[in-house]
Nanobody
């Protein structure tokens, strides 16, 4: 059974920071997987936030580039999303994504940015 467990969400004030963690289990050779984070804001479709490939290449949405950082800890099967200078527009449900032969998704974790 493949599971992706997201933690680290919650509330933050504008300009604040949060770090999301996604711990994967049941995935063979996690180090060979492409991993990323997506989000769905209220009333909007799901969009890519950040992605890191097997080769280490980074891909960020224009709205978060320079504020968010994606990183991975392969020995522990974890992918992180560090979010800095948060804005109310960052509010939404964030989903961890791992591609290893097929797509795997976490259940989603709420991030709320408000004064």
């Amino acid at each position: 059974q493949v599971t992706l467990v997201e933690t680290g969400g919650g509330e933050a004030q504008p300009g604040g920071s949060l770090r999301l963690s996604c711990e994967a289990s049941g995935i063979s050779s996690f180090n060979l997987a492409t991993t990323g984070w997506y989000r769905r804001a209220p009333g909007k479709q799901r969009e890519l936030v950040a992605r890191i490939t097997v080769e280490g290449y980074l891909d960020y949405d224009d709205n978060v580039r320079g504020r968010f950082t994606i990183a991975r800890d392969n020995p522990n099967n974890i992918v992180y999303l560090e979010m800095n200078d948060l804005k109310p527009e960052d509010t939404g449900v964030y989903y961890c994504n791992v591609i290893r032969f097929t797509d795997y998704w976490g259940q989603g974790i709420q991030v709320t940015v408000s004064s």
